[in-house]
């Protein structure tokens, strides 16, 4: 089994920046995509932006050329365990719940507590 556990979340003004990190434990050999997700009140949760175990990132168009989701280096074992989103010049529409995810290799996926983002106008 895979556990996910998040941190850096809180309250910014609008052109500000945060970074949101995501550490796995348990199984992470298994570990084959990492992404993160948001939920804004009475929105669907919505792909964030994900990246690979090989390194592929894609994003959210609302998202492209603000954020930037790359591997974080949490005792390195060459398994994709920790992901780091950087959040630049957040908007107030940006104000969400957002969820790490990881997807392993048998398509199981996990789901982290989540972490609050606001961002005041």
């Known amino acids: 089994q895979v556990q996910l556990v998040e941190s850096g979340g809180g ?3 609008a052109g500000g920046s945060l970074r949101l990190s995501c550490v796995a434990s348990g199984s992470i050999f298994s570990i084959n995509t990492m992404a ?10 919505e792909l964030v932006a994900v990246i690979t175990s090989g390194g592929v ?3 959210a168009d609302s998202v492209k050329g603000r954020f930037t989701i ?5 005792n390195d074992t060459g398994y994709l365990r920790m ?3 950087q959040m630049n010049s ?5 104000t969400a719940v957002y969820y790490c995810r990881a997807t392993t290799r048998g ?3 996990v789901w982290g507590q989540g972490t609050l983002v606001t961002v005041s106008s």
């Open 83 to 85: 992901v780091v989103l």
């Open 90 to 94: 957040l908007k107030p529409e940006d």
């Open 11 to 13: 309250l910014v003004q």
């Open 107 to 109: 398509g199981i996926g």
């Open 57 to 59: 990132t894609n994003y």
């Open 36 to 45: 993160w997700y948001r939920q804004a009140p009475g929105n669907e949760r």
């Open 70 to 74: 790359s591997r974080g280096n949490a």
